[in-house]
């Protein structure tokens, strides 16, 4: 611990995992807290978050649960109220809830797509609807979004995502409207664009998806949910107060590297 986010208090929504392992979620709410953050974790399981808490507090740390379902407008502006009811301010969002679902644009449900779309877009907007002003009453703050490469790239390969990517490639628009309408508040907006990293969310793909997604990495090497983590913790923190309106990949280079023919 280096206080990195000392005196700040962050909310991380989505912070417990869904099954046993790290989550992008988890692993951000451990680590904005071992920074020095205040953190709540925002869950619609109240026994994973209050899990998650006691091993926080167990390490030093401090945390507290909100559990609702934040894509409900009430439990988001309570979710912000509570925020500063317990710590006294409000610094950080992480906004990290996300589902998926199979299907391209013949074959998946109108149910399915509302759900998807609800979930990773209209829950961030309104989890930054409701925490904004209680930024600006704080003199600035940080909101990070998390995305996805199948926001940013089209996967050939896969079984269809076209809700999932719809959504994911929102928050990148999202984040860049965030960002410009707040520039002159102290106010950043910047997104991670998640890459194929090895979490609970993933984990039932089986074992050799999970080498192929490591092998279709670049650097061949598998991503944690630690290396996200270690992001959200960069952009949480005055390390990158002049940062904003950022897509930040972390994907052993995904996006960016392409196979040359010899």
């Given at each position: 611990?280096?206080?990195?986010?000392?005196?700040?208090?962050?909310?991380?929504?989505?912070?417990?995992?869904?099954?046993?392992?790290?989550?992008?979620?988890?692993?951000?709410?451990?680590?904005?807290?071992?920074?020095?953050?205040?953190?709540?974790?925002?869950?619609?399981?109240?026994?994973?978050?209050?899990?998650?808490?006691?091993?926080?507090?167990?390490?030093?740390?401090?945390?507290?649960?909100?559990?609702?379902?934040?894509?409900?407008?009430?439990?988001?502006?309570?979710?912000?109220?509570?925020?500063?009811?317990?710590?006294?301010?409000?610094?950080?969002?992480?906004?990290?809830?996300?589902?998926?679902?199979?299907?391209?644009?013949?074959?998946?449900?109108?149910?399915?797509?509302?759900?998807?779309?609800?979930?990773?877009?209209?829950?961030?907007?309104?989890?930054?609807?409701y925490c904004l002003p209680r930024?600006k009453q704080g003199g600035g703050?940080s909101i990070i979004m998390v995305?996805?490469?199948?926001?940013?790239?089209?996967?050939?390969?896969?079984?269809?995502?076209?809700?999932?990517?719809?959504?994911?490639?929102?928050?990148?628009?999202?984040?860049?409207?965030?960002?410009?309408?707040?520039?002159?508040?102290?106010?950043?907006?910047?997104?991670?664009?998640?890459?194929?990293?090895?979490?609970?969310?993933?984990?039932?793909?089986?074992?050799?998806?999970?080498?192929?997604?490591?092998?279709?990495?670049?650097?061949?090497?598998?991503?944690?949910?630690?290396?996200?983590?270690?992001?959200?913790?960069?952009?949480?923190?005055?390390?990158?107060?002049?940062?904003?309106?950022?897509?930040?990949?972390?994907?052993?280079?995904?996006?960016?590297?392409?196979?040359?023919?010899?």
């Amino acid at each position: 611990m280096v206080d990195r986010l000392k005196g700040k208090v962050a909310v991380v929504t989505g912070a417990a995992p869904r099954g046993e392992g790290v989550g992008n979620g988890m692993a951000t709410a451990i680590l904005f807290a071992r920074e020095g953050a205040k953190v709540v974790l925002v869950n619609r399981s109240a026994e994973r978050a209050e899990k998650l808490a006691s091993q926080i507090r167990d390490e030093g740390g401090e945390a507290a649960v909100f559990a609702a379902d934040v894509a409900r407008p009430d439990a988001a502006e309570a979710m912000a109220d509570f925020a500063v009811k317990q710590y006294g301010r409000l610094d950080i969002l992480h906004n990290n809830v996300g589902i998926g679902a199979p299907g391209t644009p013949e074959t998946v449900s109108l149910e399915d797509w509302h759900k998807v779309i609800e979930a990773n877009l209209t829950t961030t907007m309104l989890c930054t609807k409701y925490c904004l002003p209680r930024m600006k009453q704080g003199g600035g703050g940080s909101i990070i979004m998390v995305s996805s490469i199948a926001g940013a790239l089209g996967l050939i390969g896969s079984a269809g995502a076209v809700a999932y990517s719809t959504a994911k490639a929102g928050l990148h628009g999202f984040t860049m409207s965030v960002a410009a309408d707040y520039a002159t508040q102290n106010i950043r907006a910047n997104c991670i664009v998640v890459g194929s990293v090895h979490t609970p969310m993933v984990a039932h793909l089986g074992t050799e998806a999970r080498e192929r997604r490591r092998k279709m990495v670049p650097m061949q090497v598998e991503g944690t949910a630690w290396d996200i983590a270690h992001g959200a913790v960069y952009l949480a923190s005055d390390e990158s107060r002049w940062v904003t309106g950022l897509m930040l990949p972390i994907d052993g280079g995904l996006t960016a590297l392409r196979a040359w023919p010899r």
